[in-house]
C-alpha cells in the first residue's frame, strides 16, 4: 500500500521540539569532556550498554554515529548481548517525498527526509520483531526485508542524523558532534551545513544525550560520560 504521506496531500512532519534533557543532565558547565582513543570510547559504550536489562534501544546520533556502531559490535557479541543493527537511512521517505522542496533544502534535510513514525512502529516500538529497512534509498523502492525477531538481550543500534526532539524512545542516547569544519571534512555537502546549525538550537541534543562524543579527529574523541 501506499506509504504515509503519498497521495498529493505533501509530507506531514512532527514538529520538532528541544529534546529532553536526559536525567541530571546539567549544561555544558557539568562533566568535563574526557580525551579518549576510538578504542577505549568503544569500550566504555559497551560496558554501559552490556548492563542495561531486557532489550535496550540506543539512538547513536550524528554523522560518525554509524562507525561508532560498527565498533561496538563486537564488545557486545563477546558480552553476550546480540547488536541488531538499524540505520535510520533506511526509513528515509521515496525521492518523491524528500525532495519535493527541491534537491537542496536544508530544512526538509532536517526534519522530513526520515520517516521517523515507521522508525518508531517497526523498531523503537515493535514488540519481539523489527523491520531492519523499510526504504530502498539508493534504489528508491521498497527494501523488500522481511521482520526479523529479537532475541531477549539484545541491544537494538540505531544510527542516524537528527533523530533527537522527534519524541522517539531510547534507553540510552550517544550524540556525536562536529564542528562545521570538521562536517564538511567528513563529507557533508555546505548546503546542509545550516540543517547541522538549526538543529543543534531546536533540539538541543548535547544535553539531551547521554553520552557526548566531540569528534573533530575521528582517532581522538573526546567524551562526556553521564
Known sequence: ?????QGGGGVRVRPRRPAAARPGRA??????????TPATLAAGLVDRLAE???VPRVLLDGVGGHELADDVVGGLT?????PVR???RDFWRPAG????????DAEAYRDSWLDAGALRREVLDADGTVLTALWDVDRDRSARRSRRPVPPRAVLLVDGMFLLGLGLPAELVVHVTLSAAALLRRGVLAWQLPAFASYDELAQPRLACDVLVRAEDPLRPAVRWP
Not at 500500500?1 to 504521506?5: F, N, T
Not at 549544561?27 to 579518549?36: N, R
Not at 525532495?99 to 537542496?104: A, I, P, S, T, V
Open 52 to 54: 542495561l536489562p531486557g
Open 78 to 82: 563477546a558480552a553476550g548481548r546480540t
Open 27 to 36: 549544561a555544558l558547565t557539568g562533566p568535563a569532556l574526557l580525551p579518549q
Open 97 to 104: 517525498e524528500r525532495l519535493q522542496h527541491g534537491r537542496e
Open 1 to 5: 500500500g501506499a506509504r504515509p504521506g
Open 86 to 88: 538499524i540505520c535510520a
